[in-house]
């Protein structure tokens, strides 16, 4: 069964700091771009940070830029979100998704996935 399994989500206070990490199981990450997205409640969906597959480029939403850093590590079949800096406005179930055949930044924009996971929360909260 081909999965991609979000986990490190939770409850963090302003200014803090978390990190997500994004595990496929039964395929290979290493010809999949990754992207990290969030929902927040009464919003769609948005594409804030996405990877291509060998590391070389990446792209940031502006609401981002700066604080987070997203990378992978294919021998482990993994992709990390280090989230600094966090802020009540980051508040929202993170999901990450694997696409092929489309740029990085076209991924995040357009909220593109072939694969996608079932997300994990986080709550930036005093």
């Known amino acids: 069964q081909l999965q991609l399994v979000e986990s490190g989500g939770g409850l963090v206070q302003p200014g803090g700091s978390l990190t997500l990490s994004c595990t496929a199981s039964g395929f290979t990450l290493d010809y999949y771009n990754i992207g990290w997205f969030r929902q927040a409640p009464g919003k769609k969906r948005e594409g804030f940070s996405c990877?291509?597959?060998?590391?070389?480029?990446?792209y940031y939403a502006n609401s981002v830029a700066g604080r987070f850093t997203i990378s992978r590590d294919n021998a482990k079949n993994t992709v990390y979100l280090q989230m600094n800096s966090l802020a009540p406005e980051d508040t929202a179930v993170y999901y990450c998704?694997?696409?092929?055949?489309?740029?990085?930044?076209?991924?995040?924009?357009?909220?593109?996935?072939?694969?996608w996971g079932q997300g994990t929360q986080v709550t930036v909260s005093s």
């Open positions: 990877i291509n597959s060998s590391g070389s480029a990446t």
């Open positions: 998704a694997a696409a092929r055949d489309v740029f990085t930044t076209t991924m995040c924009i357009q909220t593109r996935g072939d694969y």
